[in-house]
């Protein structure tokens, strides 16, 4: 038995799981944000915090960084040194933050968002308070089709209908039940 073992397996083999882990990494250090599954966003998340908490101790060691990103150019070293030394000079882990964004079209694959810290784009603050679904039904309800625009100007008046018929029955001064046609 294989006792706690909590690597994600993909359906694929080591060396591509390797490539897919060192290409999401890359394009996090880019982009400081990246689109993608769960499992896969698992995967590269403690993959990318023991990247850079062992480069933040030792900064003249960058054969580690080569050694975990395969052939690497000296952009990159220069913007994971820019990324050290401004966003994650105070801390020393949590360096990677996971919003869900839902669930993909195609195949129902649920969608996460990694972005790193330090970097706050617009779209972060609307990620922690709505969700996708919920943006869908709130403009499903400012967009009303004709129809509903008709209904519901017939429901008003029908109320004002029933408020008139209140104030006549009230004038009367009789008790009578009426039933729900209005007869």
Request: a positive charge; aromatic letters at 8%; charged letters at 35%.
């Amino acid at each position: 038995m294989k006792h706690q073992i909590k690597k994600n397996k993909f359906a694929s083999s080591f060396s591509q799981k390797k490539s897919i882990v060192r290409n999401l990494a890359i394009d996090l250090i880019n982009h400081n944000h990246v689109t993608t599954t769960v499992g896969r966003a698992k995967a590269v998340r403690p993959f990318f915090e023991r990247m850079i908490s062992k480069y933040k101790k030792d900064k003249n060691n960058t054969r580690y960084i080569h050694k975990k990103l395969g052939q690497v150019n000296s952009q990159l070293i220069e913007k994971i040194d820019e990324l050290c030394s401004k966003n994650f000079s105070k801390i020393d882990s949590g360096f990677v933050s996971m919003y869900k964004l839902g669930f993909r079209k195609g195949d129902g694959a649920e969608i996460v968002k990694l972005i790193l810290e330090g970097y706050e784009p617009v779209v972060k603050s609307k990620l922690k308070k709505v969700g996708r679904k919920q943006k869908e039904t709130e403009e499903k309800k400012e967009k009303k089709s004709g129809f509903q625009k008709f209904r519901d100007v017939i429901k008003k008046k029908d109320t004002t209908k029933s408020s008139q018929r209140k104030s006549v029955d009230s004038t009367e001064g009789d008790a009578k039940a009426r039933s729900r046609s209005g007869i």
